[in-house]
């Protein structure tokens, strides 16, 4: 079965430090790749996604990621957290079984809170 | 810009009382979403549209409904809301097809049940 894993449920993190997020998934085959940010009573953001290519991916607001294929991850990372970057964040897989590649595969979310 | 609108951004309703929440984009994708998002949780994928064909998920209530007369607009109905129901409903568009790729989603409308 196809799943994201997100093992944290909150993260805290103080100002100008480098913040992590952590995302595991379980697919068959390649898996494309996505986060999501969410602020308070707002729609999910699209920060950036992995499809093929550089293990590294970059997207908004300074923010990146790198697919390890050998430890099924994807996390999100920043060098320097912002307070404003305290949002929930989502790790999603498209499905990949015939008929339900128009679906994601949603993880449960990380709650990131930065300190000033 | 293009982008992904829904209308009303705060919606309350009554228990039992028939609710609409409205949808519409301008970036002319195939595929529009419903998801339903209760407090800080992940989006549920109540069901999709891939241009004119329905798609619902197994385990959607069917008191939610939907239409999508044309391509920009999509609407979801819930026809006897309950206490339950109350939630935030995110809509989003996609691509489609074999190069699906990310959704957009609009700003969501949080429903109130009395």
């Known amino acids: 079965a196809q799943s994201v894993a997100q093992p944290e449920d909150q993260v805290n993190v103080a100002e100008g430090n480098p913040l992590t997020v952590k995302c595991t998934y379980s697919?068959?085959?390649?898996?494309?790749l996505f986060w999501y940010v969410q602020y308070p009573n707002r729609g999910l953001q699209f920060l950036l996604k992995?499809?093929?290519?550089d293990n590294l991916v970059k997207g908004s607001y300074g923010f990146e990621a790198e697919f390890n294929k050998s430890q099924t991850s994807f996390h999100l990372k920043k060098p320097s957290a912002l307070v404003s970057d305290s949002a929930l964040y989502f790790c999603a897989v498209r499905a990949l079984n015939a008929g339900n590649n128009r679906k994601l595969i949603w993880g449960l979310g990380t709650s990131l809170a930065v300190n000033p | 810009d293009a982008m992904v609108i829904q209308n009303p951004r705060y919606q309350v309703t009554q228990f039992g009382k028939p609710v609409t929440l409205s949808c519409s984009q301008t970036?002319?994708?195939?595929?529009m979403y419903w998801y339903q998002q209760k407090s800080s949780q992940a989006p549920k994928l109540l069901f999709h549209y891939y241009d004119k064909d329905f798609n619902n998920e197994a385990d959607t209530p069917d008191n939610f409904q939907s239409r999508r007369p044309n391509t920009s607009f999509c609407f979801l109905d819930i026809r006897s809301p309950g206490l339950g129901d109350a939630a935030m409903y995110l809509c989003?568009?996609?691509?489609?097809?074999?190069?699906?790729?990310?959704?957009?989603f609009g700003p969501g409308t949080r429903l109130t049940v009395l």
């Open positions: 989003a568009t996609g691509t489609g097809g074999i190069s699906a790729n990310e959704q957009f």
């Open positions: 697919v068959s085959g390649n898996p494309y």
């Open positions: 992995y499809i093929t290519g």
């Open positions: 970036l002319n994708h195939n595929v």
